[in-house]
């Protein structure tokens, strides 16, 4: 009596991974630690890709850097990669900038985008609330002073001038 292997997807850059092309497309480093895991040779071995499997296994134990491992699962996988992106991925020093689970880079670029678009739409709407409370102010005043022209002793001229300097 043979034991049947159940195929499973392999969790990677957010998808669900059901075939070798597939894990082409999707691969980042988060395959380092599915190799590590022997999740990765499990995978292959569900799918008859026994050659792959052992490939895996020895890139595994013989790679102790993670880097290194990278580069040689990218063999295995017949995928091209400069060792200068591995290096930028795996020898980036902490402080260079926000590392991205997965490598979703683009996704972070989208959502940094919107964010500041919302920022500079609030922003653009208290300048504007702003103005339209200034013009308020500036009425009563004239108002006030019985239409005549603002006094450079107004409360306001300071302001305005400031306004029209900071507008040029």
Not at 73 to 91: K, M, Y
Not at 131 to 139: D, K, S
Request: some cysteine.
């Amino acid at each position: 009596m043979s034991i049947k292997i159940i195929k499973f997807d392999l969790p990677i850059n957010g998808s669900k991974v059901t075939t070798l092309e597939a894990l082409r497309d999707n691969l980042t480093d988060e395959i380092v630690n599915l190799a590590r895991s022997g999740q990765l040779e499990r995978w292959f071995k569900s799918r008859q890709m026994q050659e792959q499997a052992q490939a895996v296994a020895n890139a595994a134990s013989r790679n102790k850097k993670d880097k290194e491992l990278f580069l040689a699962l990218c063999a295995v996988l017949e995928v091209e990669v400069h060792p200068d992106d591995a290096s930028a991925i795996f020898d980036a020093p902490p402080q260079a900038g926000r590392h991205v689970k997965g490598g979703k880079y683009f996704d972070l670029y989208q959502e940094l985008k919107t964010e500041n678009e919302r920022l500079k739409d609030s922003l653009e709407n208290c300048i504007s609330k702003i103005q339209h409370g200034i013009r308020e102010a500036i009425e009563e005043e004239r108002k006030i002073t019985n239409f005549r022209s603002l006094s450079t002793y107004s409360p306001f001229h300071n302001l305005i001038c400031k306004i029209n300097k900071f507008k040029n």
